[in-house]
């Protein structure tokens, strides 16, 4: 059974900092890997996805890492703002059905 | 707009109440999802929905119902609920629900069972 964890749970900053986000899967025969953000008592709104066969993908000031072999995936976010301040969850996709398998997420806060 | 509609977005009911929790995506999508998300656990998929077809049931009490009568709109009665079941339900879309396709969360439905 797919599990997913998301280290730390909770993050504080101060404004301009780069910092990492890790995500660990337990079984790497994954299709896809997405990253979203959700910002409190908010839906999702996904930020990157990477297919299996990538190694990473880019979106503005952040950059999503795939290792499948090792089971881990890194959200890089350059020059954190206030405004990048929300939940962060990862999510694997297995084979067949959409069915996406999700951590419990990084709750970040970047302080002015 | 977003691209994924919820109502109501907050709801608060009885034991004994019959509420329904209506998810409408303006996407074109073919796929709709139902997943819950309550506190400190990671969001479980309940529904999958694929072509107006049930594909997908997680083990879900039948006290949860959904419904899909077509690829833009998608149901979920409740009925009898406990209070563990107060969270936050999310629904989704996405282009099919075999593929990678990037998939598009409403902005969910919170719920109170009292």
């Known amino acids: 059974k797919q599990e997913v964890t998301q280290i730390p749970a909770a993050l504080s900053v101060p404004e301009g900092e780069n910092l990492v986000l890790n995500c660990s899967f337990t079984?790497?025969?994954?299709?896809?890997l997405q990253w979203f953000r959700q910002d409190p008592g908010k839906g999702l709104t996904s930020l990157l996805l990477?297919?299996?066969?990538?190694r990473e993908q880019t979106s503005g000031r952040l950059n999503a890492s795939l290792d499948k072999s090792s089971g881990r995936s890194t959200l890089y976010i350059a020059a954190s703002q206030p405004g990048d301040s929300a939940t962060y969850l990862c999510?694997?996709?297995?084979?067949?059905?959409?069915?996406?398998?999700f951590g419990t997420g990084t709750r970040l806060l970047v302080s002015p | 707009e977003t691209g994924v509609t919820q109502t109501p977005r907050h709801l608060v009911m009885g034991m004994t109440n019959k509420k329904s929790l209506k998810c409408e995506q303006h996407l074109g999508h073919n796929a709709m999802y139902w997943y819950k998300q309550s506190a400190k656990k990671p969001l479980e998929l309940m529904f999958v929905?694929?072509?107006?077809?049930?594909?997908e049931n997680n083990s879900v009490p039948s006290r949860f119902s959904p419904e899909c009568p077509n690829s833009s709109h998608l149901f979920l009665h409740l009925h009898t609920l406990q209070p563990e079941d107060s969270a936050l339900y999310l629904c989704?879309?996405?282009?099919?629900?075999?593929?990678?396709?990037?998939?598009?969360f409403g902005e969910g439905s919170w719920l109170t069972v009292v």
């Open positions: 929905y694929s072509l107006e077809e049930r594909v």
């Open positions: 990477i297919q299996s066969s990538q």
């Open positions: 999510a694997v996709l297995n084979t067949g059905f959409q069915k996406l398998v």
């Open positions: 079984d790497s025969a994954i299709y896809n």
């Open positions: 989704a879309s996405s282009q099919a629900a075999v593929s990678g396709n990037t998939i598009y």
